[in-house]
């Protein structure tokens, strides 16, 4: 999940008070799993939760959402701590024009 999705998540809960289902788009949705980044209604939740390879995901409630920061919206499972390849240093700045998480050293080269 990048930064960007992150973003997009944060926006869609403060631009109304209803956020629509992001699997069937009839419903609002209730909860939003981490993993998937994907608000769920209860029916298409209910799918969600019965699939054996989505037991780890994170689900929580949609008015949830919008009090975290960023950093609490990655999924549970991800690694927190990822190292840039080039530089091997924490990639901690959002580059806006690849739309991806990179080191500072980064922002200093070709970005």
Wanted: hydrophobic fraction near 25%; charged fraction near 25%; charge should be negative.
């Amino acid at each position: 999940n990048s930064l960007f999705e992150i973003q997009n998540t944060l926006k869609k809960v403060s631009e109304g008070p209803k956020v629509s289902c992001d699997n069937c788009h009839k419903y609002s949705a209730t909860r939003y799993c981490k993993q998937c980044t994907h608000f769920l209604c209860p029916e298409c939740l209910e799918a969600h939760n019965k699939w054996q390879a989505f037991s780890t995901h994170e689900v929580i409630n949609v008015q949830d959402v919008a009090v975290l920061n960023t950093s609490q919206l990655l999924p549970f499972n991800e690694d927190r701590n990822m190292k840039c390849n080039d530089h091997t240093k924490p990639m901690e700045v959002y580059c806006e024009t690849c739309q991806e998480l990179i080191c500072r050293d980064c922002t200093f080269s070709n970005r």
